[in-house]
């Protein structure tokens, strides 16, 4: 796994993000759409991926999720999957990654991580630390230390 400085990467990422923004608000225009994930978070290390939040009502997330799959994506498999929350991943060159959620759920969770990192430059450091820590690692032990990092960032007052 190869990671990126901010520098290599975010520039291109913010301008992919308001690409698929427009995108999307053309298909849910009552949706929230919203960078999330390391690509959002000033001087943040990245794998170069982009991360979009997409809150809708809970009654309209299956809905959400098939209309957006329009715009070249497809559900994600061997990843959480709930009533509240859908994954998809895009079928195209770019690496894309849309977080369909429930508004007012727990897996709003991907906008307080954000939050609190954008709040703390030491935890942005300490996140950049465990990412490079990593290269050389498989994907699933990389989730496994990412998971626990998120988890002890969300558990913080």
């Known amino acids: 796994m190869k990671f990126y400085s901010a520098e290599q990467y975010q520039a291109s990422s913010e301008e992919l993000f308001l690409r698929y923004e427009r995108e999307i608000q053309k298909l849910l225009p009552n949706a929230r759409v919203e960078h999330v994930g390391a690509s959002s978070i000033p001087s943040a290390v990245s794998k170069g991926d982009l991360d979009i939040f997409v ?3 809970a009654h309209e997330l299956e809905n ?14 061997d990843t959480l999957r709930t009533s ?6 895009s079928t195209s060159v770019d690496d894309v990654a849309l977080q369909i959620v429930a508004n007012g759920s727990e897996f709003e969770c991907f906008l307080v991580f ?7 430059v030491s935890l942005v450091q300490k996140y950049d630390d465990l990412k490079m820590s990593c290269e050389g690692l498989s994907q699933e032990e990389y ?4 998971s626990a990092f998120v988890e ?6």
Do not use: I, P, S, T
Request: charged share 30%; proline share 0%; with cysteine.
């Open 55 to 57: 809150g809708v009502d």
């Open 64 to 77: 959400a999720a098939q209309l957006l799959m329009v715009l070249g994506f497809q559900e994600k498999v």
């Open 84 to 89: 509240e929350l859908c994954m998809l991943e």
């Open 114 to 120: 954000r939050d609190k990192l954008r709040a703390n």
């Open 143 to 146: 989730r496994r230390k990412k």
């Open 152 to 157: 002890h960032v969300l558990a913080l007052v």
